[in-house]
C-alpha cells in the first residue's frame, strides 16, 4: 500500500439510478428503468439477479411442490384402479433438477440485464452520502456508486427465535430448500404459507410431519372454510396440527432434537424430532445499508415508510418490496419497481406521465401453494365481519363440478364476495389445484369494478375447474343451473 486507503482504491462508478438489491423488484426497476432511457447500476450481494425468490424461495420450493404433487396424485390414482409401486427418491438428484431450473432462470436474467446494458456490481451495499453508496465485497472496498437517484430493494430475512439452539438440524426456509435429506420426523413451527409449503413437500418424500402454530388458525390471512379443506385434505397425511401451542426449548442431542411445548395442544411430553423448520415470519433489512445516515426514514422494525410513487422522505430515495411492508410477496415488488422506475424516468428525462405514475392497486392475490392450493384476494368473510361490513357470498362448490370430480378433487370450491348495493365483486378464494392461476380472473374482475354479471355472462370453456368462477358468480345471482333451485319466497 502507498499509503491510500482501501476506498480510494476502489472504483468509481456513476449513473441515472442505483437500484440497492437484485430481486424481482430490484431488476425489475432496473429493466423497466433501462428500457426507458436511464443509466443503471444494480448492486447485489449474490453473485446473480433473483433475489431469494429465485434462488432460495419461490422457484426452489415451486420445484419441489410440483413433485410431491406428483407424489400425491400417483398415491390417489389407486383409488381409480390404477396401482403404482411406492416411489423410490433420489434426494441429490432431486437437488440437482431444482438447482437446474433455477440455473436457467439465473442465466435468462443475465442475459436481459446485459441486452439492456444494466450493470450488475457484486457486493454489499451501504450508503455513505446523499448520492454515494460504497459496496463492499468479501470485507474489501470493491466499488463506489455515485447516483442520481437510488431504490432500495434490500428484501427481508427470516426470523429466528432467541430461544432455539444453533444446530444444523434447526432450519429456516433457505436450509429446508436445501433438502439435506428426508427425515424420519419432522417439525414445522409456524402454520403460515412458508411453512405449510414445506410441510407438504416433506410430507410427500416420506416424512412424519407435525405442525405447531401459536394462533388459533392456520394461513393468516384467508377464511376458516378453505383451511378446513386443507385440513381435511391433509389428515392422514401430516401428524399433529397444534394450534395455539408454542414451542418453549429445544435439546440438541445426537439421537435427536427434543422440543418441548406449551399451550392448548401440546403434548405433554417432549417430542424428538430429526429435522426442524423455523418459519415464524420475516423482517425487513431496512436497517442494515446506512439509509438512516442519510436521513431516510427507516422505523423500529426495519421498514422503510413510502407514499404511493414509493418514494421515501429524502425525494431521491426510493423503496420496495418486503422492505417496505406486507404483503412480502414478490408480485407486489415487481409493480412498485416498475412505479419507482417510472417515475424517475419521468424526473430525469421530462415526461410528465411518467412522473405522475403511483401504486394504486386495489388488491394483492396471495396463494398458498400447498396440496390442495389455497387463493384469495381481496375481501374475505373474516375481514368482512371484522370490519362489520355485509356482503353477499357467491359460492360454488366442486362437488357440482364434472370436471374436479374427474379430477379427484371434489373437496375444493369457488367463492366470491359481492357489495350487496350493486353486486359488483370485492373479493374471492379458491380451494383446490390449480387454485393460484385461476384466482388472477378474481383479481381483475375486482380491479375493473366488475359485477357478478360480468363473471356470470362471460362464457368459460367446459369442463373445466376455471368455469367455476363464472358459476360462482351464476349462484350468488340466484340463477345457476347446475346447484339446487333457491327456495322462492
Given at each position: 500500500?502507498?499509503?491510500?486507503?482501501?476506498?480510494?482504491?476502489?472504483?468509481?462508478?456513476?449513473?441515472?439510478?442505483?437500484?440497492?438489491?437484485?430481486?424481482?423488484?430490484?431488476?425489475?426497476?432496473?429493466?423497466?428503468?433501462?428500457?426507458?432511457?436511464?443509466?443503471?447500476?444494480?448492486?447485489?450481494?449474490?453473485?446473480?439477479?433473483?433475489?431469494?425468490?429465485?434462488?432460495?424461495?419461490?422457484?426452489?420450493?415451486?420445484?419441489?411442490?410440483?413433485?410431491?404433487?406428483?407424489?400425491?396424485?400417483?398415491?390417489?390414482?389407486?383409488?381409480?384402479?390404477?396401482?403404482?409401486?411406492?416411489?423410490?427418491?433420489?434426494?441429490?438428484?432431486?437437488?440437482?433438477?431444482?438447482?437446474?431450473?433455477?440455473?436457467?432462470?439465473?442465466?435468462?436474467?443475465?442475459?436481459?440485464?446485459?441486452?439492456?446494458?444494466?450493470?450488475?456490481?457484486?457486493?454489499?451495499?451501504?450508503?455513505?452520502?446523499?448520492?454515494?453508496?460504497?459496496?463492499?465485497?468479501?470485507?474489501?472496498?470493491?466499488?463506489?456508486?455515485?447516483?442520481?437517484?437510488?431504490?432500495?430493494?434490500?428484501?427481508?430475512?427470516?426470523?429466528?427465535?432467541?430461544?432455539?439452539?444453533?444446530?444444523?438440524?434447526?432450519?429456516?426456509?433457505?436450509?429446508?430448500?436445501?433438502?439435506?435429506?428426508?427425515?424420519?420426523?419432522?417439525?414445522?413451527?409456524?402454520?403460515?404459507?412458508?411453512?405449510?409449503?414445506?410441510?407438504?413437500?416433506?410430507?410427500?418424500?416420506?416424512?412424519?410431519?407435525?405442525?405447531?402454530?401459536?394462533?388459533?388458525?392456520?394461513?393468516?390471512?384467508?377464511?376458516?372454510?378453505?383451511?378446513?379443506?386443507?385440513?381435511?385434505?391433509?389428515?392422514?397425511?401430516?401428524?399433529?396440527?397444534?394450534?395455539?401451542?408454542?414451542?418453549?426449548?429445544?435439546?440438541?442431542?445426537?439421537?435427536?432434537?427434543?422440543?418441548?411445548?406449551?399451550?392448548?395442544?401440546?403434548?405433554?411430553?417432549?417430542?424428538?424430532?430429526?429435522?426442524?423448520?423455523?418459519?415464524?415470519?420475516?423482517?425487513?433489512?431496512?436497517?442494515?445499508?446506512?439509509?438512516?445516515?442519510?436521513?431516510?426514514?427507516?422505523?423500529?422494525?426495519?421498514?422503510?415508510?413510502?407514499?404511493?410513487?414509493?418514494?421515501?422522505?429524502?425525494?431521491?430515495?426510493?423503496?420496495?418490496?418486503?422492505?417496505?411492508?406486507?404483503?412480502?410477496?414478490?408480485?407486489?415488488?415487481?409493480?412498485?419497481?416498475?412505479?419507482?422506475?417510472?417515475?424517475?424516468?419521468?424526473?430525469?428525462?421530462?415526461?410528465?406521465?411518467?412522473?405522475?405514475?403511483?401504486?394504486d392497486a386495489r388488491?394483492?392475490?396471495?396463494?398458498?401453494?400447498?396440496?390442495?392450493?389455497?387463493?384469495?384476494?381481496?375481501?374475505?368473510?373474516?375481514?368482512?365481519?371484522?370490519?362489520?361490513?355485509?356482503?353477499?357470498?357467491?359460492?360454488?362448490?366442486?362437488?357440482?363440478?364434472?370436471?374436479?370430480?374427474?379430477?379427484?378433487?371434489?373437496?375444493?370450491?369457488?367463492?366470491?364476495?359481492?357489495?350487496p348495493s350493486d353486486?359488483?365483486?370485492?373479493g374471492g378464494a379458491?380451494?383446490?389445484?390449480?387454485?393460484?392461476?385461476?384466482?388472477?380472473?378474481?383479481?381483475?374482475?375486482?380491479?375493473?369494478?366488475?359485477?357478478?354479471?360480468?363473471?356470470?355472462?362471460?362464457?368459460?370453456?367446459?369442463?373445466?375447474?376455471?368455469?367455476?368462477?363464472?358459476?360462482?358468480?351464476?349462484?350468488?345471482?340466484?340463477?345457476?343451473?347446475?346447484?339446487?333451485?333457491?327456495?322462492?319466497?
Amino acid at each position: 500500500m502507498t499509503g491510500k486507503s482501501q476506498e480510494n482504491l476502489a472504483e468509481q462508478i456513476e449513473c441515472d439510478l442505483l437500484v440497492l438489491g437484485g430481486g424481482p423488484g430490484g431488476y425489475s426497476a432496473a429493466f423497466r428503468a433501462a428500457d426507458l432511457g436511464l443509466k443503471v447500476v444494480v448492486v447485489e450481494e449474490r453473485a446473480v439477479l433473483g433475489g431469494v425468490c429465485l434462488n432460495v424461495g419461490c422457484i426452489p420450493s415451486k420445484t419441489y411442490l410440483h413433485y410431491a404433487a406428483l407424489i400425491r396424485a400417483m398415491a390417489h390414482a389407486g383409488s381409480a384402479g390404477i396401482a403404482f409401486a411406492a416411489p423410490t427418491i433420489d434426494v441429490a438428484a432431486l437437488r440437482a433438477h431444482k438447482q437446474e431450473v433455477v440455473g436457467k432462470l439465473v442465466t435468462g436474467l443475465a442475459g436481459l440485464a446485459k441486452a439492456r446494458g444494466v450493470r450488475i456490481v457484486q457486493g454489499r451495499g451501504r450508503f455513505i452520502g446523499q448520492r454515494e453508496l460504497a459496496v463492499r465485497s468479501e470485507e474489501a472496498a470493491s466499488a463506489t456508486v455515485r447516483f442520481k437517484y437510488a431504490v432500495i430493494a434490500v428484501g427481508s430475512e427470516p426470523v429466528r427465535l432467541p430461544h432455539i439452539p444453533d444446530d444444523p438440524r434447526i432450519v429456516d426456509s433457505t436450509g429446508a430448500l436445501e433438502l439435506p435429506s428426508v427425515p424420519k420426523r419432522m417439525l414445522v413451527i409456524g402454520g403460515g404459507i412458508i411453512g405449510l409449503e414445506m410441510a407438504t413437500v416433506y410430507s410427500a418424500l416420506g416424512a412424519q410431519v407435525d405442525v405447531a402454530e401459536l394462533s388459533d388458525g392456520l394461513m393468516p390471512g384467508t377464511d376458516r372454510d378453505a383451511v378446513v379443506v386443507w385440513q381435511k385434505a391433509n389428515a392422514d397425511s401430516l401428524g399433529r396440527i397444534m394450534l395455539e401451542t408454542r414451542v418453549v426449548g429445544i435439546d440438541a442431542a445426537a439421537e435427536g432434537l427434543s422440543v418441548r411445548f406449551e399451550g392448548k395442544a401440546a403434548p405433554l411430553e417432549p417430542q424428538s424430532y430429526d429435522l426442524v423448520l423455523l418459519s415464524v415470519g420475516r423482517a425487513p433489512n431496512g436497517g442494515k445499508v446506512g439509509a438512516e445516515s442519510i436521513g431516510v426514514m427507516v422505523d423500529a422494525k426495519g421498514f422503510i415508510p413510502v407514499d404511493l410513487q414509493m418514494r421515501t422522505n429524502q425525494r431521491h430515495i426510493f423503496a420496495i418490496g418486503d422492505v417496505v411492508g406486507a404483503p412480502m410477496l414478490a408480485h407486489k415488488a415487481v409493480h412498485e419497481g416498475h412505479v419507482a422506475a417510472e417515475v424517475v424516468a419521468g424526473e430525469l428525462l421530462g415526461n410528465e406521465e411518467w412522473a405522475r405514475v403511483a401504486f394504486d392497486a386495489r388488491i394483492i392475490p396471495s396463494v398458498s401453494y400447498t396440496d390442495p392450493e389455497v387463493a384469495w384476494v381481496g375481501m374475505t368473510e373474516t375481514q368482512a365481519k371484522a370490519e362489520g361490513r355485509a356482503v353477499d357470498v357467491a359460492r360454488f362448490p366442486w362437488a357440482a363440478s364434472g370436471r374436479a370430480l374427474a379430477n379427484g378433487c371434489e373437496n375444493g370450491f369457488t367463492k366470491l364476495l359481492l357489495d350487496p348495493s350493486d353486486n359488483r365483486v370485492i373479493g374471492g378464494a379458491i380451494v383446490g389445484p390449480g387454485a393460484g392461476d385461476m384466482i388472477g380472473e378474481v383479481a381483475l374482475a375486482v380491479e375493473m369494478c366488475a359485477e357478478a354479471a360480468d363473471l356470470a355472462l362471460t362464457i368459460h370453456p367446459h369442463p373445466t375447474l376455471g368455469e367455476t368462477i363464472g358459476l360462482a358468480a351464476e349462484a350468488g345471482l340466484g340463477w345457476c343451473t347446475d346447484l339446487p333451485p333457491k327456495r322462492r319466497k
